[in-house]
């Protein structure tokens, strides 16, 4: 197979050349994804807000993360690169010489739990360890926190959207002991499953698993947790964990400990996600410090994407829907921000939300979206 130079970040990587010439890129005999840079920026970026010193990139591939960090991270002075690939991993090799970290790299040709179980003990963990598999995470959890240090972050991916997202409730059910919403806040509501499951999972080991930040697109959900060792921290991180309601008759939404089958509304049935997370999904200094990281680096985007992240937990675990709104009341559009400034004017809060294409996030209920919406269509005409 043959590999080409590709840089990314400040880093060069042999990547297969099928992969910045396909898209999407093949996933065999070697796989590595160009679009999926911001969600490795954003790793850097989040690392090197951290402080940190071992980084597991425990399902490396061709190594773009984990070579990325050992380049690019200040003071992270260890990166282990593990993958059942062996031309996947030889190629990291190669990128980790090519960019003079080799000194800092080790790479592992093994399977990701068989590994992580073997980094159990305490003085063997990492204070970073990230999961990046194709699909679901889910049976990579307990082994990845019990491999992470106490107070170490944890980062994992799931592409299994339509899963997590809605489209697939049974499995999602099944898979992650949590039902989603095929909504227009599905993004946000299958990364609060996700983070759900793995405060679950933590909890049984006495690990209390608490989220320093997440995003989002439409190929992949991507959570960070904090790792706190002890069985109060598990049962504090369990007090994060309840449910959402959702009304798809009157578009109200809730949130509790407790599950609401009706409407507080309009007193119809109520559609119910969980149990998922319904605490913060970000630890904000932290937050904050990698988009300052990701500046300085010269990573706009995942600046953007990390500044966007800011003061996200002031607001309800949902977001509402201009355009259905707009269809509810029969008007053709509303401009958002005529939207936003009604709802500023009436004493609210307000931001587009950062989990969704589109969606804004408010302190206001339903019935005063639905004012202001009515208030910017007729300033409109
Ligand atoms: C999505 S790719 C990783 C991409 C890489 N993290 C990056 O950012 O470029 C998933 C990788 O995980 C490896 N993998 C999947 N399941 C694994 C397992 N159980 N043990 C070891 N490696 C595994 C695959 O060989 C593949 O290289
Ligand atoms: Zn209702």
């Known amino acids: 197979m043959k590999f080409v130079r590709h840089v990314e970040g400040k880093t060069t990587l042999f990547v297969p050349q099928a992969s910045v010439?396909?898209?999407?890129?093949?996933?065999?005999?070697?796989?590595?994804?160009?679009?999926?840079?911001?969600?490795?920026?954003?790793t850097v970026a989040l690392a090197a807000a951290g402080g940190g010193r071992?980084?597991?990139?425990?399902?490396?591939?061709v190594g773009g993360r984990g070579v990325r960090v050992a380049k690019e991270v200040e003071g992270v002075s260890s990166v282990t690169l593990v993958d059942f690939n062996e031309p996947a991993l030889r190629a990291g090799e190669r990128s980790a010489r090519l960019n003079r970290v080799a000194g800092r790299c080790s790479f592992e040709l093994s399977e990701t739990n068989a590994f992580l179980a073997s980094r159990f003990g305490?003085?063997?963990?990492?204070d970073y360890v990230d999961v990046d598999p194709f699909g679901t995470p889910i049976r990579h959890i307990q082994a990845a926190l019990a491999a992470t240090s106490d107070g170490g972050v944890l980062s994992l991916t799931a592409t299994d959207?339509?899963?997590?997202?809605?489209?697939?409730?049974?499995?999602?059910?099944?898979?992650?002991?949590?039902?989603?919403?095929?909504n227009h806040f599905h993004h946000e509501t299958g990364i609060r499953v996700l983070l759900g499951a793995v405060a679950r999972l933590g909890a049984m080991?006495?690990?209390?698993a608490e989220p320093v930040a997440a995003h989002s697109t439409r190929h992949y959900l991507r959570v960070f947790v904090r790792v706190r060792a002890g069985a109060s921290r598990a049962d504090a991180a369990l007090k994060g964990v309840g449910s959402v309601s959702w009304c798809h008759h009157c578009g109200e939404a809730s949130s509790g400990v407790v599950p609401s089958p009706v409407c507080p509304r309009c007193g119809k049935k109520a559609k119910v996600a969980g149990p998922l997370w319904v605490g913060k999904v970000t630890e904000e200094e932290t937050v904050r410090a990698a988009a300052r990281a990701a500046q300085e680096k010269g990573l706009a985007r995942a600046a953007t994407m990390l500044g966007s992240l800011v003061g996200v937990d002031g607001f309800p675990p949902w977001s509402f829907s201009l355009e259905r709104v707009c269809s509810a009341l029969k008007v053709a559009s509303a401009p958002e921000d005529r939207v936003y400034r009604a709802l500023a004017q009436s004493g609210r809060r307000v931001a587009r939300t950062p989990f969704e294409k589109t969606g804004l996030k408010t302190d206001a209920g339903y019935a005063e979206v639905v004012e202001a919406v009515r208030t910017a269509a007729r300033s409109g005409i």
């Open 21 to 42: 010439t396909v898209d999407p890129p093949p996933t065999s005999p070697v796989f590595f994804n160009p679009a999926a840079a911001l969600n490795r920026d954003i």
């Open 205 to 208: 080991l006495d690990i209390g």
């Open 122 to 126: 305490r003085d063997q963990r990492f």
């Open 161 to 182: 959207t339509a899963v997590l997202c809605g489209v697939q409730e049974g499995t999602c059910r099944r898979r992650y002991g949590g039902s989603p919403l095929n």
């Open 54 to 61: 071992t980084f597991c990139d425990s399902m490396a591939g």
